[in-house]
């Protein structure tokens, strides 16, 4: 991949993750606000709170995965597979960029 489409991808990449990184600490406010005295109340905001973690646990790991991109285009590994050192295609990294294995040791990793 050409540098400077690189560093396109990266710095789209480093706005995803800031994107990200906001949206989890406005959730994690959201869940450190005080709740309603309403006992009937309380189980409609605990049953969001539930909701809300898992939207921010995903946007963790999401985050995680960015960053790992991140890290592979600075060290010049990104586009390969981790699993068999096969490039990834153009179509799979457009659709997925932080995408760490080609479609084929994806789809077998997934139906190990």
Do not use: W
Not at 13 to 27: T, Y
Not at 50 to 79: C, K, P, S
């Amino acid at each position: 991949m050409a540098n400077a489409t690189l560093e396109t991808l990266r710095a789209s990449l480093l706005e995803k993750q800031r994107e990200l990184q906001r949206r989890v600490e406005s959730l994690e406010k959201d869940l450190s606000q005080a709740r309603s005295p309403d006992f009937a109340e309380q189980v409609t905001e605990r049953e969001n709170d539930d909701v809300l973690r898992e939207i921010a646990r995903e946007a963790r790991e999401e985050i995680q995965r960015i960053t790992h991109a991140i890290m592979r285009i600075d060290e010049d590994t990104y586009g390969s597979c981790e699993r068999c050192g096969a490039e990834i295609s153009a179509q799979r990294l457009a659709a997925i960029p932080n995408a760490d294995y080609c479609i084929g040791c994806a789809q077998a990793m997934e139906s190990q």
